[in-house]
């Protein structure tokens, strides 16, 4: 395979990748996940799981570091994610019970 | 490579990439990009544009194929998280010209 292609895939791991920083910094400061369907994080994140595993099976080091890197931004995401989404059925729940 | 390996591979692209379409799905019916990083649509999206030419350059067809996918998925986000990001600068803008 020739360097150039490779570049590019590096390139494109990074940038999908690090894209994610800028929302943790986002979700971390903000809190405010009225925007995201918690359905995209659950199946990233899942997804994202399955990319590692995938990797450890293929020794494919890059596979392996780029997964890793979004798992651990994603992991807080999914969390602040989960934790609203409980919040509201909970308050739906007790709205309702109060009418 | 065993078949295993593969399996989990494509479960994990499959994941990965559809799980954008329940957030396109919110993202047309809300148009509430609030908790959304524009920084995040916007790098993510480039990367997967670069996936979709190194795919295209190795003549890897699944990293095509996902990658069209996904690109068909962000693409729209990309539009209402830009259209949004420069209604709320021109929004400012006009605020303080008024100050």
Redesign the interface.
């Known amino acids: ?1 020739p360097l ?2 490779t570049i ?2 590096y ?10 920083l ?2 943790l ?3 971390l400061k ?1 809190k ?6 918690p ?6 994140t ?3 799981f ?2 590692l ?2 990797g450890l ?2 020794n494919d080091y890059p596979i392996i570091i780029f997964n890793i890197i979004s798992l651990i931004f994603w992991i807080p995401i999914l969390y602040i994610s989960l934790r609203d989404e409980f919040k509201n059925k909970s308050y739906i729940k007790n709205k309702i019970k109060k009418c």
Request: neutral net charge.
């Open positions: 395979m150039d292609f590019i895939g390139m494109a791991g990074t940038l999908t990748t690090f894209a994610s800028p929302q910094i986002k979700s903000t405010d996940m009225s925007g995201i369907s359905y995209f994080v659950i199946s990233f899942t997804g994202l399955l990319w595993i995938y099976l293929r």
